[in-house]
Nanobody, 125 residues
Framework: QVQLVESGGGLVQAGGSLRLSCSASGRTFSGYTMGWFRQAPGKEREYVAAVNRRRGDTDYADTVKGRFAIFVDNGQNTVYLDMTRLKPEDTAVYYC??????????????????WGRGTQVTVSS
C-alpha cells in the first residue's frame, strides 16, 4: 500500500512563501508522476502542478505558473512544492497524489491512484 503524507502547510501573509513536502512510502512505490492539487471551501479540487519523476519534466496550472515550483528528490521519495508570492486565492487544502502516467491528462484528478490527506495553506490579505 502506497502512503503519501503532506507537510509544510500553515498561515502566511500575502506575498509570502511556503514549501510543501510530500513523502511517499510503501512496499512498491512506483509512482511515475507526482502531482499537487488543491481544494478551497465550496470549490472543486483543482490541479496545481506535476513532475515526472524519471525525466524531471514539470507542468503547472496557469494560475500558479511563475510563482510555484515543483521538484522531486527520488532518493527520499519526496516531492516538494515551493510557493512564492502567495495570494489569498491560493488558500486551500493542498493534496499530493501519484499516478503511473504522464501526459496532458495529468491535470485530471481521476488519473491519480494514490492521495495524501492534505495540508492546509491559508494566505491572509
Amino acid at each position: 500500500q502506497v502512503q503519501l503524507v503532506e507537510s509544510g502547510g500553515g498561515l502566511v501573509q500575502a506575498g509570502g512563501s511556503l514549501r510543501l513536502s510530500c513523502s511517499a512510502s510503501g512496499r512498491t512505490f512506483s509512482g511515475y508522476t507526482m502531482g499537487w492539487f488543491r481544494q478551497a471551501p465550496g470549490k472543486e479540487r483543482e490541479y496545481v502542478a506535476a513532475v515526472n519523476r524519471r525525466r524531471g519534466d514539470t507542468d503547472y496550472a496557469d494560475t500558479v505558473k511563475g510563482r510555484f515550483a515543483i521538484f522531486v528528490d527520488n532518493g527520499q521519495n519526496t516531492v516538494y512544492l515551493d510557493m512564492t508570492r502567495l495570494k489569498p486565492e491560493d488558500t486551500a487544502v493542498y493534496y499530493c497524489a501519484s499516478t503511473s502516467e504522464w501526459g496532458p491528462w495529468i491535470i485530471n484528478s481521476f488519473k491519480y491512484d494514490h492521495w495524501g490527506r492534505g495540508t492546509q495553506v491559508t494566505v491572509s490579505s
